[in-house]
């Protein structure tokens, strides 16, 4: 990775997520970017009951944290309801998504960094 990409693409030491942006993803899904840098990325997602993300694939491993509410994950062909406390460990390029039964929040991690949310993509 060069070292303009290493600079551009982290964020200051210290986030205050009451600092942070969130964004409207689609109709009842909200993402905040916590922190990042070229090898790691923290995001918070709000989800309102009923709503399910799109499954899709991509080439980073993630970590999904239910911090609140409850969900219903799926990956690799696998399906299991998670609620606060629970965690799901997606392996790159593999088909996951999930679904909200009770609106709440999680945390996702990403390695490496999801340069796509940079841009402004989902």
């Not at 790691?40 to 080439?59: E, K, Y």
Request: glycine letters at 10%; one cysteine or more.
């Amino acid at each position: 990775m060069s070292d303009t990409l290493t600079q551009t693409h982290r964020s200051e030491t210290f986030v205050h997520a009451s600092e942070a942006p969130v964004e409207d993803l689609e109709p009842g899904i909200k993402r905040q970017i916590l922190t990042y840098g070229p090898n790691l990325m923290l995001c918070r997602l709000w989800f309102d009951s009923g709503v399910a993300g799109t499954v899709h694939q991509h080439p980073h491993s993630q970590i999904s944290y239910i911090e609140s509410g409850r969900f219903r994950a799926m990956t690799g062909g696998k399906e299991q309801e998670l609620v606060a406390g629970d965690s799901v460990a997606i392996t790159p390029d593999t088909d996951h998504g999930i679904t909200c039964i009770e609106a709440g929040s999680l945390l996702d991690i990403f390695n490496p960094v999801r340069e796509d949310f940079l841009g402004g993509g989902n």
